[in-house]
């Protein structure tokens, strides 16, 4: 690391997220507090209570620090992270759809660029016009307050800013060292300047996205970044050509920026209590799960296409991927995309990060994703733009609103064995829009004659789980602004102003929702088996294996062998498995699309995914015919069941590229796991890049690569302290090894032992 | 044009036998490389770190620890070489087993294996062209290594030559222990040889392999003379104080820059090698050998460079 101030601001950062932190409580803050606020609308106290946060929440200024501003520990989902602003008749109410007050969500990108060339001032401005062609508008009342909730908590940002800006310039007074002194004079001027004014320069900039981005993040909404050197790249280019900055400082800004990012880290596990997951059964995994307290969904997408299809990579893009190098960090999750005009130095540089074993960046890929995206009916100039969430799917940055949720197919399988009843949960168990707890009958499995009845069966389970996930979907359109409305959120999306109305209304442009096939890998795995064994060879009776599945295998272990290693696994580039991987993945987009078309607004896009869940979502379900115990993890994402890929990693993209990428257009994530030694060197590097190479041609969506070694990983599970630095990935970022756990340590492990 | 170099036509239902494919090969030629791995050589290397790749026929393995003591073997095997054992699960008598396979049929936990599969050159070129993308992006291609190619010379030859008809990309990983005319048919198809040295000391070498080293010296010689521009890698493969001392590099060193050849690899001694002859039901001689230090390996390397070659440890 170079450049002592950065380095500095390093080690200060590794010591202190090491140690156990304190998390900032908000319990002690309420709208109602304050008389009048009783008779208000929720939209409005919630404006205020963004306000309140903003005005208590600790402000801090680092020795040595160019960008300023903090986030408060417990912003994701731990303690009392916001202040109290709903009625408790509200809160029960919303409480009936699965909303609470802890419901963050926030997957999808702001339109930073408009608070970098506007500033909060101009959008200000917009509402207030906005305000003025109300006169006679039915909603009049109703969007009056969603615009005076803009302006309210346009206003509190400033308010956070001039508390930064006091700071800076009590801590000037106080300084010695006249260029320190200097240093906080200018964050002092900086921060009168934004992001109330337009940004001038490259530095201002930085310091509006960051401030932005910390508000947000503090007041409950984990968004992800978008593409960073995409926004803030006019006004390096602008201060490069007027010679204001070198390529030097513009890398100091943004190494200081990424160590923004990570700010929140914490090796020591918090003690507060988690945010009310939803998840029937094992909420109380969630908070050790995967180390969630250390990921914010803070996704950078760099490279790409400008709007008219212009190569948009520039030397902002490289400075993002130099400091992703430059740091062992976690933050921010890095990918890159990449499209036949793409320079070749980007996808060197890519692929020399790949090699220090970040886990990152992620491969996207434009000639797959924009005409996927083109394909269900978004203009190109939006496609080229797109970028991705807090986990990996695709959406368009700044206009769209986004959620996702999953149909678990190896789930559907299950149903079919049992007639529609779940084997893990009871009747007493709730459905939740994630995962519903029972399926459809679809007739005794004694009473099939052939593959085809299972088939079909399995086909009608997975359609009523599209059919009710859809449904659900639409039902819940409009329910969050009963509790959760996000006006300062909304004023950066666009389409919100114009209508006057907050994102939880409708007021976005776009309304994304990502249908995930989940547990495909295990699931084609599983129909090959049953295939093969019980109507092609017969070799397997139908009640043998309801019997087996029933017992979890016990007593039965050399079935579940011949299942495990007798059948094909997808991922080794075997037809008669992964023809059936096609066939589903099929069926799932040609039903999702045949019930696209509807009065409200939301796109269905689907995808195929996990994210980290691969191993909850294998708790979910018992055991099944590809060997796989019950409670045993999935294959995460659209890779395959970890140690299952025999025939090494090209086999692997031979059968995940066999999927319609081009209909998968909120992605497809492949994830492949690596022997680090392997890909040491130069050599390694050339093998690198022509594996990327080849997944860009031949059409894959999102490819991640990452490298490690089991025997490193087995050393870290015995000795954690001389690990903590050690990063895997888990379904769609990064998380340092130690802090997983056992569960999914020994995944990892698995996914590294070929 | 000469009778060397003259392309034979191909046999694409020779047959081969193989004991492993690695499709995804780093340690054996550049890029991404499909890697073939022969079965059957005459040396009898003793620290041989492929023990399954030493005999020229088929042969079972058994790998206990994925054993699920159903005992369906038992009952399969015909010729009475299986029983059972409460400790090691089941006990093969080696001498008894003929390798016939029956036992592996019914061994769905894949403790029990059969190690080569007989292949033509057809359905390794399949693989091969189902791969060539991968060659093609990162300048990589397929390399057959062993055991020893030149014992299974004929097939190697024809399925090289059906690769370079398919523009892919070839390397042979050798000892040179052959009779040349074999050696000779496979320099032609192939783009790049990895040649194999180990002990220059004639005796340590008739001691430790089991066969003179003259053989494979005098047909790098050949290849020199008679091929001069094809495209050599050597390779030592670092046996602790056999092939791993000062003087057997300053040898190894002279006498391939006499021959005017530019690279050389050195391979640290590979520690994992003991688990597989527990499941060829044998014992390893050497389960105390480590690898080499860094310090070792650099010293080494300091050496062959001093001769003039470009030198690198490839783990």
């Given at each position: 690391m170079t450049g002592t101030r950065v380095e500095t601001l390093y080690k200060g950062l590794k010591e202190k997220i090491s140690q156990k932190r304190e998390m900032w409580s908000a319990s002690h803050l309420s709208v109602f507090h304050e008389e009048g606020w009783e008779n208000k609308s929720l939209i409005l106290r919630r404006a205020r209570a963004i306000e309140l946060q903003l005005t208590h929440m600790p402000v801090d200024i680092e020795e040595g620090e160019l960008i300023v501003g903090c986030i408060p520990l417990g912003s994701m989902w731990y303690g009392t992270p916001f202040p109290t602003y709903a009625k408790e008749e509200e809160i029960n109410e919303a409480g009936k759809y699965g909303i609470g007050i802890r419901s963050v969500w926030g997957h999808y990108v702001p339109n930073f660029a408009r608070i970098l060339q506007q500033g909060l001032k101009g959008i200000r401005a917009e509402a207030e016009k906005k305000l003025e062609t109300l006169v006679g508008d039915p909603e009049r009342e109703k969007k009056k307050n969603f615009l005076e909730a803009v302006t309210l908590t346009t206003q509190a940002v400033r308010k956070l800013a001039t508390r930064y800006q006091h700071l800076a310039s009590s801590l000037a007074e106080k300084e010695p060292n006249p260029f320190r002194k200097e240093e906080l004079n200018q964050i002092h001027r900086r921060l009168g300047r934004v992001p109330e004014k337009p940004a001038e320069n490259f530095k201002d900039a930085i310091q509006s996205f960051w401030l932005t981005f910390l508000v947000l993040h503090s007041t409950m909404n984990n968004i992800p970044i978008g593409r960073l050197d995409y926004f803030l790249w006019p006004f390096l280019r602008a201060d490069l050509e007027r010679g204001e900055i070198t390529l030097a400082e513009a890398q100091e800004w943004v190494d200081c920026l990424w160590i923004k990012f990570n700010e929140r880290s914490m090796f020591v596990e918090p003690e507060a209590d988690a945010r009310d997951f939803v998840m029937v059964k094992q909420s109380q995994l969630i908070n050790r799960y995967m180390g969630l307290y250390n990921h914010w969904l803070q996704n950078v997408m760099v490279g790409g296409q400008d709007s008219e299809g212009?190569?948009?990579?520039?030397?902002l893009t490289y400075l993002c991927l130099n400091a992703s190098k430059k740091f062992d960090f976690t933050q921010p999750v890095i990918s890159v995309r990449f499209h036949t005009k793409t320079p070749e130095k980007l996808l060197k540089q890519a692929c020399q990060l790949i090699q220090t074993g970040a886990g990152m960046p992620s491969i996207y890929n434009d000639l797959v994703l924009i005409p996927a995206l083109e394909k269900h009916g978004f203009p190109a100039e939006k496609a080229r733009c797109y970028s991705n969430d807090g986990c990996w799917e695709v959406l368009i940055p700044g206009e769209a609103e986004f959620r996702w949720g999953p149909v678990h197919a190896l789930q559907c399988l299950e149903f079919v064995f049992t007639n529609g009843k779940s084997r893990i949960f009871t009747e007493e168990d709730k459905s939740t829009l994630f995962i519903p707890v029972k399926g459809i009958s679809t007739g005794d499995p004694m009473t099939w004659n052939t593959y085809e009845d299972l088939w079909q069966a399995f086909l009608r389970q997975m359609d009523h789980q599209i059919e009710s996930y859809m449904a659900r979907s639409r039902f819940m359109f409009g329910k969050y602004q009963m509790l959760a409305p996000v006006p300062f959120l909304s004023s950066l999306i666009e389409g919100c102003l114009e209508k006057g109305c907050d994102i939880t209304e409708g007021g976005a442009r776009y309304y994304l929702n990502a249908i995930m096939l989940t547990g495909l890998p295990n699931t084609a795995d599983s129909l090959a088996a049953v295939k093969k064994f019980v109507f092609e060879q017969r070799k397997i009776r139908i009640q043998e294996l309801l019997r087996a599945l029933h017992m979890d295998y016990e007593g039965q272990e050399r079935l579940r062998q011949l299942f495990g290693n007798r059948s094909p696994k997808y991922g080794?580039?075997?037809?008669?498995v992964d023809g059936i991987s096609v066939e589903i993945v099929n069926h799932f987009v040609k039903k999702v699309i045949s019930l696209g078309?509807?009065?409200?607004p939301i796109k269905f896009i689907p995808g195929i995914g996990t994210f980290e869940d691969y191993d909850l979502f294998g708790k979910?379900?018992?055991?099944?015919?590809?060997g796989r115990k019950a409670w045993t993890g999935l294959a995460p994402n659209a890779g395959p069941v970890p140690g299952m890929d025999m025939n090494g990693p090209t086999a692997l993209f031979h059968s995940y590229n066999k999927l319609d990428h081009l209909s998968l257009a909120a992605g497809a994530e492949l994830d492949i796991s690596m022997n680090a030694k392997d890909f040491e060197g130069e050599e390694g590097l050339q093998r690198l890049m022509g594996f990327v190479r080849v997944f860009l041609i031949t059409k894959g969506t999102v490819l991640n690569i990452a490298l490690n070694n089991v025997e490193t990983l087995k050393k870290a599970q015995l000795d954690p302290e001389q690990y903590k630095d050690l990063r895997v990935r888990v379904g769609g970022w990064s998380a340092y090894f130690v802090l997983l756990d056992k569960r999914n340590q020994d995944h990892q492990i698995a996914r590294y032992s070929h | 044009m000469p009778a060397h170099k003259k392309k034979l036509t191909i046999d694409y239902g020779a047959k081969g036998l193989i004991f492993d494919i690695d499709r995804f090969a780093v340690h054996d030629g550049p890029g991404i490389r499909m890697a073939i791995f022969l079965k059957g050589c005459e040396w009898t290397c003793s620290w041989c770190h492929n023990p399954e790749s030493q005999k020229r026929e088929q042969e079972i393995a058994y790998h206990e620890k994925k054993c699920i003591s159903c005992l369906t073997c038992l009952d399969l095997c015909t010729e009475k070489a299986i029983s059972y054992s409460p400790d090691k699960k089941i006990v093969i008598d080696w001498k008894r087993c003929n390798a016939c396979g029956q036992c592996v049929k019914g061994c769905y936990s894949e403790a029990l294996k059969l190690i080569g599969t007989w292949m033509t050159v057809e359905e390794l070129l399949r693989i091969a062209l189902r791969d060539k993308i991968f060659y093609d992006c990162s300048a990589g291609g397929v390399t057959l290594t062993g055991g020893e190619v030149a014992l299974q010379a004929e097939f190697s030859a024809h399925f090289l030559w059906a690769c370079k008809e398919q523009g892919i990309h070839t390397a042979i990983e050798t000892s040179g222990f052959s009779k040349w005319s074999r050696l000779k048919s496979l320099i032609p198809p192939t783009d790049l040889i990895l040649y194999d040295l180990k002990a220059m000391d004639p005796k340590v070498h008739l001691k430790e392999i089991g066969m003179s080293n003259r053989s494979s010296l005098n047909n790098l010689k050949r290849i020199k003379e008679f091929f001069p521009e094809k495209e050599i890698q050597m390779r030592v493969p670092c046996i602790p104080e056999i092939s791993d001392t000062e003087g057997n590099i300053h040898e190894t060193s002279q006498f391939i820059s006499a021959l005017g050849i530019k690279k050389l690899a050195l391979l640290p001694y590979n520690e994992t090698a003991s688990a597989k002859y527990q499941w060829m039901g044998?014992?390893?001689?050497?389960?105390?050998w480590k690898t080499q230090s860094p310090a070792h390996m650099e010293r080494l390397k300091s050496i062959a460079i001093s001769y003039g070659l470009e030198v690198e440890i490839v783990h």
């Open positions: 212009n190569d948009a990579t520039n030397e080794n580039d075997l037809d008669e078309d509807h009065d409200l979910m379900v018992g055991a099944t015919p590809d | 044998r014992a390893y001689p050497f389960p105390d």
